[in-house]
């Protein structure tokens, strides 16, 4: 572990490189999903949402409908050792080493 100094602060890194935060997302299908609201991009990184206008705001309607977010991974109906070992495997073994993780479920 290396100590470095930020302005009169001192912070600790593993092995010498900072960690960034992973964002991952999660769907489950269930028999009421909503198949034609998400997309699912071919690199497993990303995810689009699109959701009907509702007509019943009128003809000026300035409700968001689509949303785009890219994230580190997208476990699209994955089983929970899968979503384990591809997300929580690492930070669970570095906090049993006395590191900080979380996890926002």
Not at 3 to 16: A, E, P, W
Not at 21 to 27: D, I, N
Not at 38 to 50: A, N
Request: no cysteine.
């Amino acid at each position: 572990m290396k100590r470095h100094k930020n302005s009169n602060k001192q912070y600790s890194t593993r092995m010498g490189t900072r960690k960034k935060v992973h964002a991952f997302v999660r769907v489950k299908p269930t028999d009421d999903f909503a198949h034609d609201m998400i997309k699912y991009g071919d690199d497993s990184k990303s995810i689009d949402i699109h959701l009907k206008k509702d007509t019943r705001r009128g003809v000026v309607n300035n409700q968001q409908t689509n949303w785009s977010f890219k994230l580190d991974g997208v476990l699209h109906d994955a089983s929970q050792d899968l979503v384990y070992e591809t997300v929580a495997k690492d930070v669970v073994s570095q906090a049993l080493d006395g590191y900080n993780g979380n996890f926002v479920n």
